[in-house]
């Protein structure tokens, strides 16, 4: 590898990478994250480039391995190129018609195409599917068109030409200046003012100063960080050795968890060529400016994400938070000024230094600038990674690009910000999305989790199942925390199997508020999130469960039971044939009646019934009515 | 130094130093449950919390590790304050409910009966003992595992740790007794024997030698202080609130120049393990006089109780042994010449503690030379029921029934048959020897000793504290046995020897 010297060798290098591309060679573009790799993309690969052989292409057509394209649902992604063809949740079998008809004849498979919903029209070209013609893709637009695995894709795209420009024409003080004006806020949860941070640190006295990369990413359901390093780990990289440069950092971190093996993977690479082409390590560009970066490897804790308990981690102990009355700018990691940055701020970091920060201000709201990129999840048609202006209300983005709720069901609310956010009810659906207006309506951005709720959600239920997940994910050290969560849990758990009785709410709102004002850190302040913000907008939900020991949702099995409407039922059998515990008597020309003493309320009955019957019910907050006597012979009607 | 004010009163404070740390030293109280002077603020019980306002904003925090700062005002009592103490100690008391610290504290904040679901934990996880073990013990035998609901004080994998030093500071630190040393560890700590006690009772690395010690002033033990032996722990120096604690004190040889010396160095005990037939050591409930004197004593490691060893019963049935290793061939042939009396004295209070308890003295010869010394005999005899058997029992079994009671056997002398005797617990009086030191200070002096190790006395006629070198006089034990009147009447005799010696040199 030659090593690049200077800004201007780096200029000629990406010459020579582009010179040798011709843009239009056809070109296949198969999504490999995550997510997609669990579709089964791993096959898909195998099979074209076996294909390309087989057909004798190997000469004539490019195949390139990407990062996560983000529309999950549909994986595995192709995109055949230059034209922008994209196929969705492609199997092996389809590859050889991939490779002679639209390769070959240059004809598009209909039956491959996204099916737009609400036209019934197929639609060719990825930038057309709503899904992503509503999207403003900035940072985690490259993904679905760079191989993660090569330095020359990123530098083709344009890669570390920010870099270039800080090293060579701005002073570190300006490279501050722009993002202090650029008004980029942290993508991790806090939404601190990254500018004030970095000279908060770069003015923190000491010699050594680090810069890390937080990748811990931990929320369930959330994997934006994970997709961006997966899939750019060079973009993130850039914006951490401009951050270093702008600080004064010589040594830098990415605390990576272990459970996201091809993050580790494509970023341990990304460190090798970025090394190999001097654009880390000692004189980077000739500037005169050090920097070299490690990974280091989480073991997996959720609280391990939060700063002071990332950096205790980094320090090999425990990943448990530490008091920051002191700031983690001034006393960080080994008690030296650390700046750390969420992998999704450091990756927007090249973009604002390229195209300024006034360009950055553009975009979003008056509080929050830029774009944000949400994992939308949940009840949502397309679930998978979508890059919004910040701004954007809930609905565009549910409904929108999401394609709006599963099953034709209705929205009941969008939980925001993690396991420790809030829930969002549909009243606040034109909510614009941005720091500020979740934190007033009681929920807060986080990193960007999004779980669409339909009305088949219990809230009581919600608030419980997250609770749950903190109760065991809490580092366990401070007693609101512990202890606060665990009675709270205990007290949810009464409610949605019962027990709960008169005072409880208000005795959860004491909790809530202790926990939330005496906790040690931010996981623990915003532990109650789920609990008061469910509270807030489905009190009533609470009082049902609690009051009449009914869940409206039907979702809390100790409060509902399944009963067969004898005046509906057809006596088919089908319930009775698939209830895995044969509480369901009857025959032919038999009522079927459910044991309730046998009953384990699966819900295999109510999925079975078939619609035009809609026999089987589920009652909540009512007894189950007894069993005709005499009518146990089936009313056949025309 | 910083200004400050906390409930109000106007205090100043040194740089660095944190609220708690102020509001202690200017005797106001706040609650804490981690907080230990010897160790970094942890902030994990969350009690210490106090509502700060620094400019201008309003804040809770938790005063343990919240630094001062010039203008700060701090509530410790506000309403929110309060408030969550008492929300955090409910939670606790849920969480160990028969754990007394925290009965008292959160009755002290009106909580009495939790509105939670119960548990019955001792551990409130304030990490206190895994904390002094890696901060100051440097040792890490312990830790915290797991997270969230599973937290627990550990050893790595749950085994007995093998790097466990046994030291017991985990134990001593723990605020609520739920550390127990045996699930650390696999090793026995051997607790530090109080010489002063006779071994009976045990005392810390530092202490008072005894009550009567001059200085009065602790010390330390170097050879088990675990500061001495690893470098790390300098607990008692944080403990310590007039900054007494001196780790660098040494030894000091003083030279003086003086014109007579004197020497009274005193006696040390036998050892009664030499004598085997008395089974001292391996007979459990055969002790020594001076084990039972401390016994006896009210200020005694048993507070005056006479607790045999094998099972802590009083001994209503007891038997002192005289001449253990006195007037013995095989030992030191002189008389001792206080057993007698002691041993005397010492079933006589035994019978005064537990007037039904029995006492045998078993004697060659009794030696009550003195002035009333045979009515006192008489005595107890008469009053105190005290049986005086003329005989040197031969040895000293153990029945291993019967809570292992000591068996003496012996000659009954006037009848001249052989006999033996199941007693509770057996005393011996084991013979005197001049102190170790007296050899030390003869060889330094250039003064010989007699076949049994005490100091020449040449002419023990006329001159009976002068020793062979003219100025250096010696008085009590290290010359000859003898009690304390006989070494009072020397000591003084010494020291009217000196001074005419002094005055004659001028």
């Known amino acids: ?638 | 130094m910083v200004n400050l004010t906390i409930d109000g009163k106007a205090v100043k404070a040194e740089e660095g130093t944190y609220i708690l740390q102020v509001a202690r030293a200017n005797n106001i109280d706040i609650p804490t449950l981690c907080y230990h002077p010897a160790l970094e603020p942890f902030g994990a019980c969350r009690l210490c919390t106090v509502e700060i306002t620094s400019r201008g904003r309003k804040r809770l925090v938790t005063s343990c590790n919240y630094p001062v700062e010039e203008g700060l005002e701090v509530s410790t009592n506000s309403e929110a304050v309060i408030k969550g103490r008492r929300m955090i100690l409910e939670l606790l008391l849920a969480r160990c409910p028969n754990v007394p610290l925290i009965q008292e504290l959160a009755k002290s904040y009106g909580v009495e009966k939790p509105r939670f679901k119960m548990e019955n934990d001792n551990c409130i996880l304030c990490g206190l003992c895994a904390r002094i073990c890696e901060e100051r013990i440097g040792v890490s035998a312990i830790s915290f595992s797991g997270r969230g609901l599973e937290r627990k004080i550990d050893t790595p994998f749950h085994i007995h740790s093998e790097i466990c030093q046994g030291c017991g500071a985990c134990v001593f630190v723990c605020p609520t007794g739920a550390i127990k040393l045996e699930d650390i560890t696999d090793k026995q700590p051997r607790p530090i024997l109080s010489e002063f006690d006779a071994g009976l009772g045990s005392r810390a690395a530092i202490y008072v030698p005894f009550p009567q010690a001059v200085p009065k002033v602790p010390v330390i033990d170097r050879d088990v202080c675990i500061h001495f032996l690893t470098g790390n722990c300098r607990i008692c120096e944080n403990s310590c609130q007039a900054g007494a604690i001196n780790y660098d004190q040494e030894d000091e040889i003083i030279e003086t120049e003086v014109d007579a010396i004197i020497l009274a160095s005193g006696f040390d005990l036998y050892d009664p393990s030499r004598v085997e037939e008395y089974g001292y050591g391996k007979v459990k409930n055969v002790i020594t006089a001076m084990q039972y004197e401390r016994m006896i004593s009210a200020s005694g490691p048993t507070e005056g109780r006479l607790e045999r060893p094998s099972d802590g019963k009083t001994p209503m049935k007891l038997a002192f042994i005289q001449c253990v290793g006195s007037r013995d061939i095989h030992h030191k042939l002189y008389c001792s010449s206080v057993c007698c009396m002691h041993a005397t004295k010492e079933a006589m209070l035994a019978n005064e503690h537990y007037p039904d308890l029995k006492a045998f003295i078993f004697y060659t010869d009794m030696r009550a030379v003195g002035k009333r010394f045979q009515e006192y005999i008489a005595r107890a005899e008469q009053e105190y029921k005290v049986t005086y058997i003329r005989s040197r029992p031969s040895k000293i079994t153990e029945n291993p029934d019967n809570g292992r009671n000591p068996i003496v056997w012996y000659e009954e002398t006037t009848t001249r048959t052989r006999t033996s005797m199941e007693v509770d617990m057996v005393v011996l009086c084991q013979a005197l020897i001049p102190s170790g030191s007296a050899k030390g200070i003869s060889d330094m002096l250039h003064l010989s000793l007699n076949d049994y190790q005490f100091i020449n006395i040449p002419d023990r006629l006329f001159h009976p504290v002068d020793t062979e070198i003219p100025g250096i006089f010696a008085c009590g034990f290290c010359q000859a046995p003898q009690d304390i009147p006989d070494s009072v009447v020397q000591a003084s005799a010494a020291a009217s020897r000196a001074a005419e010696f002094m005055s004659k040199e001028e």
């Open chain 1, 1 to 638: 590898m030659p090593r690049i010297n200077s800004p201007a060798e780096l200029e000629e290098l990406r010459k020579g990478i582009l010179s040798n591309r011709d843009p239009n060679r056809p070109c296949i573009t198969l999504c490999s994250g995550t997510a997609c790799h669990a579709s089964g993309s791993e096959e898909v690969a195998a099979s074209i480039e076996e294909e390309i052989k087989k057909q004798g292409l190997s000469a004539e057509v490019d195949f390139r391995k990407t990062g996560c394209h983000g529309f999950c649902e549909r994986g595995p992604i192709v995109v055949i190129h230059p034209e922008g063809i994209c196929y969705l949740q492609i199997e092996p079998k389809d590859i050889p018609e991939i490779i002679s008809q639209t390769i070959k004849e240059k004809k598009v498979i209909e039956r491959l195409l996204y099916t737009d919903p609400t036209t019934n029209k197929k639609i060719v070209h990825e930038s057309e599917i709503p899904f992503y013609k509503n999207q403003e893709r900035l940072v985690f637009g490259s993904n679905g068109k760079i191989d993660p695995k090569s330095i020359d894709d990123y530098l083709a795209l344009g890669g570390y030409s920010a870099l270039a420009k800080v090293l060579s024409q701005m002073p570190p003080e300006q490279v501050l200046e722009e993002v202090k004006k650029s008004n980029l806020r942290g993508r991790g949860g806090g939404g601190f003012p990254t500018g004030r941070k970095w000279e908060e640190c770069r003015n923190a006295p000491g010699e050594i100063r680090y810069v890390i990369v937080n990748a811990d990413e931990g929320d369930p359901g959330a994997y934006m960080d994970r997709s961006l390093l997966e899939g750019n780990p060079h973009s993130v990289l850039e914006g951490l050795i401009i951050g270093a440069y702008a600080i004064g950092s010589h040594e830098g971190y990415i605390y990576v968890r272990q459970e996201y093996p091809f993050a580790v993977e494509n970023v341990d690479i990304a460190i090798k060529q970025a090394e190999e082409y001097g654009l880390l390590g000692k004189n980077i560009l000739g500037s005169g400016f050090d920097f070299t970066v490690k990974v280091h490897r989480g073991a997996g804790a959720f609280v391990s994400g939060e700063s002071s308990a990332l950096m205790t981690a980094l320090e090999g102990r425990v990943g448990e938070p530490r008091p920051k009355y002191i700031h983690t700018v001034i006393k960080g990691v080994w008690d030296k000024p650390s700046n750390l940055n969420n992998v999704e701020t450091w990756a927007t970091v090249p973009l604002i230094i390229n195209k300024g920060a006034d360009w950055f201000r553009g975009i979003g709201t008056e509080g929050s600038k830029g774009t944000k990129i949400f994992s939308l999840v949940g009840k949502v048609n397309n679930t998978g990674l979508v890059e919004v202006p910040m701004g954007m209300t809930l609905r565009e983005i549910i409904f929108n690009i999401g394609g709006g709720i599963r099953d034709g069901k209705k929205f009941k609310a969008v939980q925001t910000g993690g396991p420790s956010g809030g829930v969002i009810p549909e009243k606040y659906i034109d909510l614009p999305i941005d720091f500020d207006e979740l934190t007033k309506a009681g929920s807060m951005m986080g990193s960007g989790g999004m779980i669409v709720m339909d009305e088949d959600t219990c809230m009581v239920d919600t608030a419980r199942y997250f609770l749950n997940f903190l109760a065991h994910e809490s580092c366990g050290k401070c007693v609101p925390c512990r202890e606060g969560i665990k009675q709270m849990l205990n007290i949810l758990t009464d409610i949605t199997e019962g027990r709960g009785e008169k005072g409880d709410i208000e005795l959860l709102e004491e909790v809530a508020a202790m926990v939330k004002d005496f906790s040690l850190c931010a996981l623990g302040a915003t532990a109650p999130n789920p609990v008061l913000s469910t509270l807030q907008y489905f009190r009533d939900e609470y009082v049902a469960h609690i009051e009449q020991k009914r869940c409206p949702a039907h979702v809390c099995k100790p409060l509902i039971s399944y009963y067969i409407d004898p005046e509906k039922c057809q006596a088919c059998m089908i319930c009775l044939r698939q209830c895995p515990v044969g509480a369901i008597s009857g025959g032919k020309n038999q009522i079927h009646v459910i044991d309730q003493a046998k009953c384990t309320k699966c819900n295999t009955c109510f999925e079975v019934c078939p619609p035009r019957f809609s026999a089987v019910r589920r009652l909540s907050g009512e007894p189950v009515p007894p069993p005709v006597k005499d009518r146990v012979l089936v009313r056949r009607k025309g």
